[in-house]
């Protein structure tokens, strides 16, 4: 697999596409590999005119591990957190937008469709903020805007989120079933079968938890972003499943209402992940759409520019 050496680590990605089309650059969430986004969804966004570039984040898959960062104490930060007290942690958010603008450098690519899940999309509305002329669009799928205000997680889905995956590959490919089961409230949309598939390949590119606690300790320590999404304007579409029990569909509310202009798009049956095939269909079909128009109206990218 390819590698770039950017911001002083390595990054593995993968393209799909004509490299002559939009480029459309896919970041992914916490702990997770690119490999969540499904081989099928990247071929569809690339039929659909775009240049796909997925990569996977520091601290996960073949991308650099981060060792000598040390592992934080999330229930010691987190109480520091309520308490006001100041905590440091390994990166940021911010790093990890750097690490995806070091990609696109890498790559020759100047400016890029930007679109990010979960972490993902965090990591996308930092870049935003910070390097909009960067940003031909975003896209922002289940993610959130970070204000405290908002509808916490629900128990059964924290319960999920802060198990410690098994070992064994039988065992690591039903505890992820069960994980996205949790996340997307038994929705009927929900494929074991492409689940499965997608935690195999995981677990073939290696589980390594510390990776977990430091991306988790980058969301944790972030400040809620709705005041500075309030000064974006680059074109931005938000997508938000109606089942997600991780980050619930007020947060994408949150994001569509922070964003001038953005577009909230409602995905019935979608919960918190992408194994969910007979949904991407009318996915693709939004982010094409969203990208293809952003193209068509250079002004509100230059409006974008004009922030960095």
Not at 122 to 138: F, T
Not at 173 to 199: P, T, W
Request: hydrophobic share 45%; aromatic share 6%; with cysteine.
């Amino acid at each position: 697999m390819p590698t770039k050496h950017v911001n002083s680590i390595d990054i593995a990605y993968d393209t799909f596409g004509n490299a002559d089309d939009r480029p459309l650059v896919l970041i992914m969430g916490l702990a997770t590999s690119m490999i969540a986004w499904p081989e099928q969804f990247c071929r569809l966004l690339a039929k659909a005119g775009h240049y796909v570039i997925r990569f996977d984040n520091r601290d996960v898959g073949y991308s650099s591990k981060l060792n000598d960062l040390g592992v934080p104490d999330l229930e010691k930060m987190a109480a520091d957190l309520r308490s006001g007290t100041n905590v440091q942690v390994p990166y940021t958010l911010s790093d990890m937008a750097t690490d995806t603008i070091g990609l696109m450098d890498a790559l020759r690519i100047e400016r890029a469709h930007i679109c990010g899940v979960s972490m993902g999309g965090m990591i996308g509305q930092v870049m935003a903020i910070e390097h909009p002329h960067r940003l031909r669009s975003l896209t922002s799928v289940m993610s959130t805007t970070g204000e405290r205000y908002l509808p916490a997680s629900t128990p059964a889905a924290v319960k999920a989120m802060m198990s410690m995956p098994p070992q064994t590959r039988d065992l690591f490919l039903e505890y992820q079933v069960d994980l996205i089961r949790a996340f997307s409230d038994n929705s009927d949309h929900f494929d074991e079968a492409v689940q499965r598939e997608l935690a195999d390949l995981a677990f073939v590119r290696g589980l390594y938890p510390s990776g977990f606690f430091r991306q988790m300790a980058a969301i944790m320590s972030a400040d809620g972003r709705y005041s500075q999404l309030t000064s974006v304007r680059v074109p931005t579409l938000v997508l938000h499943g109606d089942r997600d029990t991780v980050i619930p569909l007020a947060h994408g509310q949150d994001t569509a209402n922070a964003i001038a202009g953005a577009r909230l798009v409602v995905v019935e049956g979608l919960g918190h992940g992408l194994a969910f095939p007979n949904l991407w269909s009318r996915m693709v079909a939004a982010i094409a759409a969203h990208t293809a128009e952003a193209e068509s109206h250079p002004d509100a990218v230059a409006m974008g520019q004009s922030q960095g």
